[in-house]
């Protein structure tokens, strides 16, 4: 049994965990522990406050007690607004407070954008403009081409996580480019664990979602690789075996 934990800001898209443990289909444990949102805006000062050490340190020793291997900030937003070298040290402090590997879901996009082979990205984010254009920073820093940034001005992730099929549908169509080899959709408030492969069929390349990277980030601090279709691309382990052990793909 592999166990993740997962500190998760508030109540929006926790439900997300749960049914990608289901999907995994396997002996890994997804534990999630909610962190207090504070004020619940997309909004610089905000989010710098969301992401506190006091805040994260809070839940880490529930995580602990889980029997937890590694731990990942479930936050996007509360991560990213630090820059790069404040979202190492956010790692840093958390790694240190938690006594277990440590990441966060800013840095799970950089990893997962590799893992999947992809050098230019597009951003459909939920965020105002202003939030959205610190992710395309942060994805600036990390050497990454982002072809298109497009925010959708929704200021709470109440109100993100309310969004259903159609409208992640939408914002993925909205967002996407052309010339973006994967396609980033950037907030752990947004549901999309059961859409991954409906949007891929949508634009026609990866997409990557928070809560979806965000476990693949945790498996990679836990030097586990799980082959998980239903979730998309960066579940998908190639080349993969037919029932028969030949090679496919």
């Not at 619940?40 to 889980?66: I, K, N, Q, T």
């Not at 799980?226 to 979730?231: I, S």
Request: charged share 20%; net charge negative.
């Amino acid at each position: 049994m592999t166990a993740l934990g997962f500190l998760y800001p508030g109540h929006s898209a926790e439900d997300d965990y749960p049914r990608m443990e289901q999907m995994l289909g396997s002996d890994v444990r997804l534990q999630v522990v909610h962190t207090d949102i504070g004020e619940d805006a997309h909004r610089v000062d905000a989010l710098r406050e969301m992401g506190s050490p006091a805040r994260l340190a809070a839940g880490v020793e529930e995580l602990r007690l889980s029997g937890a291997e590694a731990v990942v900030w479930a936050c996007t937003s509360g991560s990213f607004v630090h820059g790069w070298e404040g979202a190492h040290e956010q790692v840093r402090g958390l790694a240190r407070a938690a006594g277990l590997p440590a990441s966060s879901t800013s840095f799970a996009f950089v990893h997962a954008v590799r893992e999947v082979g992809a050098a230019r990205v597009a951003i459909a984010a939920t965020y105002p403009d202003d939030v959205a254009a610190h992710f395309t920073a942060f994805l600036k820093s990390a050497g990454l081409e982002v072809v298109s940034t497009r925010g959708s001005g929704i200021v709470t992730a109440a109100e993100v996580g309310t969004w259903g099929r159609d409208e992640v549908l939408a914002l993925a169509r909205d967002g996407d480019h052309p010339d973006a080899e994967a396609l980033l959709l950037p907030d752990t408030a947004l549901h999309t664990a059961a859409y991954v492969r409906d949007l891929e069929a949508a634009v026609g390349k990866p997409v990557l979602t928070a809560n979806q990277v965000t476990v693949r980030e945790a498996l990679r601090l836990a030097e586990r690789r799980v082959n998980a279709p239903e979730l998309g691309t960066l579940f998908t382990k190639e080349p993969l075996v037919q029932a028969d052990g030949t090679p496919r793909g």
